[in-house]
């Protein structure tokens, strides 16, 4: 198993994102599951991460559930190229990265990177224009994520 370091996520992360922008199935197939191979712990803290800060960016104003199924809707549609992934699990991706509890799902972690990736890289594609929605704003978000892990990781040890 490769070493999971902040580097090795970032590198999986902006991989697989790139990919599925790009609607390159066998490279986004070869990153998925290259992430997938990583800790699955860190790997979904950060695609959580991603997650809300892109919701956050597209909503400055608050979210409610119709732009969350708008959300949804979008990915599903936009990736259809992708079929290995379902509606419910990018449904359960939102879900989970919006901390909504309640969900009887018995996929594991591993199981929703795919669809992670795909929420990611469709959220990023409808940032406005004024946050330069390129692979600089991707790395940078990712860093931001990362340095926030490392933070409360460090404010949870004695």
Do not use: K, N
């Amino acid at each position: 198993m490769p070493a999971t370091t902040p580097a090795a996520i970032a590198r999986a992360v902006t991989g697989a994102v790139t990919a599925a922008r790009a609607q390159d199935e066998p490279a986004f197939t070869e990153a998925a599951l290259t992430a997938a191979a990583l800790d699955q712990t860190a790997l979904s803290l950060v695609q959580a991460g991603l997650i809300r800060q892109l919701l956050e960016l597209l909503h400055p104003d608050g979210l409610d559930g119709d732009d969350v199924q708008a959300a949804l809707t979008q990915t599903v549609t936009e990736t259809a190229w992708c079929p290995a992934v379902s509606p419910d699990e990018v449904a359960l991706v939102l879900i989970g990265a919006l901390g909504l509890t309640g969900t009887d799902s018995d996929r594991q972690p591993h199981q929703l990177c795919r669809p992670a990736f795909l929420v990611i890289a469709t959220l990023l594609a409808g940032v406005p224009d004024q946050f330069e929605a390129g692979p600089d704003l991707l790395t940078e978000l990712v860093a931001a994520q990362l340095r926030e892990i490392e933070r409360a990781e460090t404010m949870e040890q004695p």
